[in-house]
């Protein structure tokens, strides 16, 4: 992708987060494969495919950088790839996935001998993993099932549409009445999400 292409005041903002920038080309989103890693196994399964109207874009913000990223990075383990010797390849690496290397990202960052490096100043590891310890798995899933229920209900009541994602979940209840309810319980939980706190998450290709 050429620099006509480039959002330079999004690229600053980037560099100044610290967050790696990527180029693509125009048109080729397969260029792209972790983009669309994460679209097809985060995004299209969390929200679907229907386009969202954007009077409700502050409610999915708050959705999603208060429930859907700390679950994602402190509770859903995913599988990050092994780089090995191709034996039968000489001079050649191969990638693979073994089940003792699936772990959270939070897991990821802390295996990390550079963790300090790619935090934001202020952030401890201590201090995420006190967050991620808030709650256990199962209850991060249930808040965010609660508040994603209560999210398609309250975008369904106002677009006259089914609350539905592709995989045929219905929303019930009203999302601030949600956010309120668990906001309350997860305390300072709900204040700092990997979101504000990771200056770049190592990635990895989700699987299933």
């Known amino acids: 992708m050429s620099s006509e292409y480039v959002n ?6 980037l560099e100044k987060l610290r967050i790696e920038f990527t180029r693509s080309r125009p048109r ?3 260029d ?15 929200f679907g495919y229907e386009q969202i109207d954007r009077r409700h874009a502050a409610r999915f913000d708050t959705y999603c950088r208060e ?21 039968k390849k ?7 996935y073994r089940p003792r290397d699936a772990m959270t990202p ?6 990390l001998p550079d963790a300090a490096s790619v935090r934001r100043h202020g952030v401890t590891l201590l201090g995420l993993q006190q967050l991620a310890r808030a709650l256990t798995d199962v209850q991060a899933a249930e808040e965010l099932n609660e508040a994603r229920h209560a999210l398609f209900r309250r975008a369904a009541t106002r677009t006259g549409r089914r609350g539905q ?7 019930c209840g009203h999302v601030d009445d949600a956010l309120a309810r668990t906001g309350a319980a997860r305390g300072q939980r709900c204040s700092l999400t990997t979101a504000h706190a990771f200056a770049h998450v190592p990635t990895a290709h989700d699987h299933g």
């Open 106 to 111: 939070l897991d990821k960052l802390a295996s």
């Open 28 to 30: 080729h989103s397969n």
């Open 165 to 171: 994602t592709r995989s045929g979940r219905q929303g």
């Open 67 to 87: 429930y859907l990223n700390p679950f994602l990075n402190f509770h859903r383990p995913c599988l990050f790839a092994t780089e090995l010797a191709d034996p």
């Open 8 to 13: 330079h005041k999004v690229a600053r903002l």
């Open 90 to 96: 000489p001079g050649r690496i191969k990638r693979v």
């Open 32 to 46: 792209n494969g972790l983009a669309e890693t994460k679209n097809g196994a985060v995004v299209h399964k969390e």
